[in-house]
């Protein structure tokens, strides 16, 4: 139990161009869904919480204009990156919890490797 | 101070020997902490979760919580080449609606 599926695995686009990735929860409903964002040979870090049916939480220094995320139901939160830049480029994984209890531990996407040339 | 850290390594043992991983966190009043492995290219997949203070042991895994100490630690006992991977320590901040953040994990290589 506890899939969290991720589409797509892998894209290229070019500079200035938009790219939307969705995380889908499979097998249970996930009101909050977390977006981070690895670069190579680094940690982890948390871009933005996405809520269920109101606005995503945004961490510092992560450009809400730029980074659009959207979670329209309790199983879907798709994140556009606009206007891509090869900065940009960067393995971004989706995640969610499958209970409320905001302790338990949150079930990970596959990742998308976007390159943006 | 970050809010996780974690010895970067790489950290390399031969195989069967015992890889212990560290991990501290500045959040006193967080009460849940997860390990996660990741390998290269792939997302994090958690391994231990844990909660309260003390061991707690899974198969080859044994988690060590010390709260007053602000410590996490992952022991792997037998370790296997397939262990080598890179190991993160994540700390649940529940004064800030359950965000989970990731020191910038160990990276371990078990020797055959």
């Known amino acids: 139990g506890a899939v969290v599926s991720q589409h797509p695995s892998r894209v290229i686009c070019k500079s200035g161009t938009s790219v939307k990735i969705e995380c889908r929860s499979l097998?249970?409903?996930?009101?909050?869904m977390f977006w981070y964002r690895q670069f190579p040979k680094q940690s982890l870090m948390l871009m933005a919480t996405?809520?269920?049916?109101?606005?995503?939480?945004?961490e510092q220094g992560v450009e809400k204009d730029k980074f659009l995320i959207n979670h329209a139901s309790l199983t879907l939160s798709t994140l556009t990156v606009t206007s891509a830049h090869p900065e940009d480029s960067s393995f971004y994984i989706c995640?969610?919890?499958?209970?409320?209890?905001?302790?338990?531990?949150?079930?990970f996407g596959n990742g998308t490797r976007l390159t943006v040339t | 101070q970050k809010e996780v850290e974690q010895n970067s390594g790489p950290l390399s043992v031969p195989e069967g020997a015992i890889a212990s991983l560290n991990c501290t966190y500045s959040?006193?009043?967080?009460?849940?902490f997860f390990w996660y492995r990741q390998y290269s290219g792939k997302s994090p997949e958690l391994i231990m979760s844990?909660?309260?203070?003390g061991d707690k042991e899974d198969g080859r895994f044994t988690a060590q919580l010390n709260k007053a100490s602000q410590y996490v630690s992952l022991l792997i006992r037998d370790s296997q080449p397939s262990d080598s991977a890179t190991y993160l320590c994540?700390?649940?901040?529940?004064?800030?609606?359950?965000?989970?953040?990731f020191g910038q994990g160990t990276e371990l290589s078990v020797k055959p």
């Open positions: 995640s969610a919890r499958a209970w409320t209890d905001f302790n338990s531990p949150l079930h």
């Open positions: 097998d249970f409903q996930a009101t909050t």
């Open positions: 996405s809520n269920e049916g109101s606005k995503a939480t945004y």
């Open positions: 959040d006193r009043v967080s009460q849940s």
């Open positions: 844990i909660y309260s203070n």
């Open positions: 994540a700390v649940n901040m529940d004064n800030q609606g359950g965000k989970l953040i």
